[in-house]
C-alpha cells in the first residue's frame, strides 16, 4: 500500500492524480480503465476539498492498494471532515432533461457506475470511502 498526506485543497488534486497514476502505471493499468478512475479520483478528492471541513481546510490520505487475485486497485480516501456518507445520497434520475433533475449527486452517481464496489464508513471520527476497480 502506497500512502498519500495532503491538504484537501482543490488545487493539490494534479498532485493527488499524479500519485494514483503513478500506482495505476506500475501495476500495468490500461489506459481507458485509468482514465475512469482519474475521474473518480477527482469526483472524489474535489468532494472532500469542497465539502468535507467548514472554515478551514484540513488534510486528506490517499491509500493505493494493487490486489493480485484478480488485479484490481482499491484506493481509499480519508478524511477528519463532517461525518457524510455520499452513497446514501439518492441517484439522479438520469432520464429526466438536466433541467428538471435536482442538483448534485451526479459525480458520486458516476462514480458508483464506473467502479467495481465503492463501501463507506465512518470511523473513529473519520470518513473512509474506498473505491476498487478491475485492472484485468
Not at 32 to 61: C, K, M
Not at 100 to 125: A, P, S
Amino acid at each position: 500500500m502506497k500512502e498519500l498526506i495532503i491538504e484537501a485543497k482543490r488545487e493539490n488534486l494534479p498532485t493527488v492524480l499524479a500519485f494514483v497514476d503513478e500506482q495505476l502505471e506500475a501495476a500495468g493499468c490500461p489506459m481507458l480503465t485509468q482514465t475512469s478512475i482519474d475521474v473518480a479520483v477527482e469526483e472524489v478528492f474535489i468532494n472532500i476539498a469542497s465539502y468535507a471541513y467548514e472554515l478551514e481546510s484540513g488534510t486528506a490520505v490517499v491509500q493505493v492498494t494493487v490486489m493480485d487475485d484478480p488485479l484490481s486497485v482499491e484506493i481509499t480516501f480519508i478524511d477528519n471532515g463532517n461525518p457524510y456518507d455520499p452513497l446514501k445520497k439518492e441517484d439522479p434520475d438520469i432520464t429526466l432533461p438536466k433541467q428538471k433533475r435536482k442538483k448534485g449527486g451526479l459525480g458520486i452517481f458516476m462514480v458508483k457506475k464506473t467502479m467495481d464496489n465503492v463501501t463507506y464508513e465512518y470511523k473513529d471520527g473519520k470518513n473512509i470511502l474506498t473505491i476498487t476497480k478491475n485492472l484485468n
